[in-house]
């Protein structure tokens, strides 16, 4: 059974950081390319950042040079680093992966940004 478990989001003034984790399990997160997307209110769910097998990584325009997306494949988790937050980051950020033709969403963390 795929799971995926998000955690680390909460409230956070403008230009503060946060660090999301979702850590995986039923798969082998070592081939895994994982992502994080972000839904806002009233809004279509957006990627925000991936990262694949090998480590390589791509993002959002929105949210470059201000999140960084890495994974620990001992702990099975992948991490989005955000910096410098802006109040137009804030949504619910959900982890992803396609495992066997199947995709898997976590249940999604909270990030609100506002003063």
């Known amino acids: 059974q795929v799971q995926l478990v998000e955690s680390g989001g909460g409230l956070v003034q403008p230009g503060g950081s946060l660090r999301l984790s979702c850590k995986a399990s039923g798969i082998n997160f070592r081939i895994a390319t994982m992502g994080w997307y972000r839904q806002a209110p009233g809004e279509q769910r957006e990627l925000v950042a991936v990262i694949a097998e090998g480590g390589s990584t791509n993002y959002a325009d929105s949210v470059k040079g201000r999140f960084t997306v890495s994974r620990d494949n001992v702990y099975r988790t992948v991490y989005l680093q955000m910096q410098n937050l802006k109040p137009e980051d804030t949504a619910v950020y959900y982890c992803?992966?396609?495992?066997?033709?199947?995709?898997?969403w976590g249940q999604g963390t909270q990030v609100t940004v506002s003063s």
């Open positions: 992803k992966t396609n495992w066997r033709g199947n995709d898997y």
